[in-house]
């Protein structure tokens, strides 16, 4: 099977996203019976009709409010063998923080519009984010077609206002799909009532050669030190690029030279390995190896106390404040040292510069770190181009590396 990409569903809160999934799923028979009567059962006692978002709003307050609170992940497999994850995260502008962490490791982004409402406050905010977390592959769904009787005018019309506010967020979608999430048009097969659209369905879109990026440059982020039949191995995921046993890497930021001596992946020892695989690694000076440090080669990524960023806040943030910076397996205190302009991602105009940020407020600043850190440009390596601001382990903010 190739490699399982992650398609995080984002869109306004009442634009039909866990209805579309769950739809989805049902169209391509991945649910078993037992999980369709346990809705049905459900439906019964709440008083409506069978609802498809019920499968992925797994709690009972969501099911009553109709309304997704939390991220909801699902695997499933298309018939040419492709597997995906779908995460389908909250709409409301309440839930900010769920949707970052739902969206911050997601492949591909599939954006739900209400094809009545058009781009709303939470459309503009989502998209702002999938461009500032660097997902750039995006599909867009102008959903509900059947509440405006399939007309072929509206959805020209409401495609070409999307097409104009995501061009000034700098996000290009690959397609754009009319469908009817709760009739199952255009989802799995193509729709007979719009005999005026040509394009793809949404598991053609997905079928469609979408990639992750994990080509370049060797990049292994550690995520903890195992001992293992007396010894000690570097375990994590291989974020970027191949490795082979006997190469010279670095390990940074300490910018020490060191050899490979053993590749493990699943206990088994292996003269190679490559993203995006999970592996255990040897070197011949394991002493020096620490959570937190990347080993990499062969061009290094920059060692920085002082990076110029861009960031999102989800919380009101006072730019005084010690903050925690995490990126990858990276953890240290960091400042804000200097703020060079404020956005307001509803109508991206600029606002005044001041001691705080409000939240869902965007902003260029300087931060500073009190200890090294590894990075890279986002729109270079996304994993070490991007990071969480947190304070008492609550997300304040999410960023990107310029």
Excluded at 41 to 58: H, I, M, P, V, W
Excluded at 100 to 117: C, E, N, P, Q, T
Excluded at 293 to 299: F, G, L, R, S, T
């Amino acid at each position: 099977m190739e490699d399982i990409l992650k398609v995080v569903v984002t869109g306004e809160v009442d634009a039909g996203k866990s209805t579309l999934v769950g739809r989805f799923l049902y169209e391509l028979g991945s649910l078993s019976k037992g999980v369709i009567e346990e809705i049905e059962e459900t439906c019964q006692r709440l008083g409506s009709g069978f609802e498809f978002a019920y499968l992925l709003d797994s709690f009972e307050e969501e099911r009553k409010g109709q309304l997704t609170i939390d991220t909801t992940q699902i695997f499933c497999k298309t018939r040419r063998g492709r597997g995906f994850i779908f995460i389908d995260v909250p709409g409301h502008k309440e839930l900010l923080k769920n949707m970052i962490s739902g969206s911050s490791y997601a492949d591909i982004a599939v954006l739900v519009i209400d094809v009545k409402k058009s781009v709303e406050e939470q459309t503009r905010r989502h998209a702002f984010i999938l461009k500032l977390l660097g997902i750039k592959q995006v599909i867009v769904v102008l959903n509900k077609i059947d509440s405006v009787n399939f007309e072929e005018d509206i959805f020209k019309k409401v495609k070409e206002n999307v097409v104009g506010f995501l061009k000034k967020v700098g996000i290009e979608p690959k397609y754009f799909i009319p469908t009817s999430a709760k009739e199952g048009e255009n989802l799995c097969r193509q729709s007979k009532k719009m005999p005026w659209y040509h394009g793809v369905s949404l598991i053609e879109a997905l079928n469609a050669r979408f990639t992750k990026k994990i080509d370049g440059d060797f990049r292994f982020p550690i995520q903890d030190i195992y001992r293992l039949n007396g010894g000690k191995v570097a375990v994590g995921e291989i974020i970027s690029g191949k490795v082979k046993k006997g190469e010279k890497v670095k390990v940074l930021p300490i910018n020490k030279e060191c050899s490979v001596t053993a590749i493990k992946v699943f206990h088994e020892n292996k003269s190679t390995a490559k993203a995006p695989q999970s592996i255990g690694l040897t070197l011949d000076n394991m002493d020096i190896l620490k959570r937190g440090q990347v080993i990499c080669k062969p061009e290094l990524p920059k060692i920085q106390t002082k990076i110029l960023t861009k960031i999102f806040c989800v919380q009101p943030l006072n730019t005084k404040e010690v903050l925690s910076f995490k990126c990858a397996t990276q953890n240290t205190s960091v400042r804000i040292e200097q703020i060079n302009g404020v956005w307001d991602t509803v109508n991206l105009e600029p606002k005044s510069k001041g001691e705080s940020l409000e939240k869902a407020d965007f902003a260029e600043a300087v931060i500073a770190t009190d200890n090294p850190v590894v990075v890279e440009k986002y729109n270079a390596l996304n994993t070490l181009g991007r990071f969480v601001l947190e304070n008492n382990q609550e997300i304040y903010a999410v960023g990107v590396i310029l």
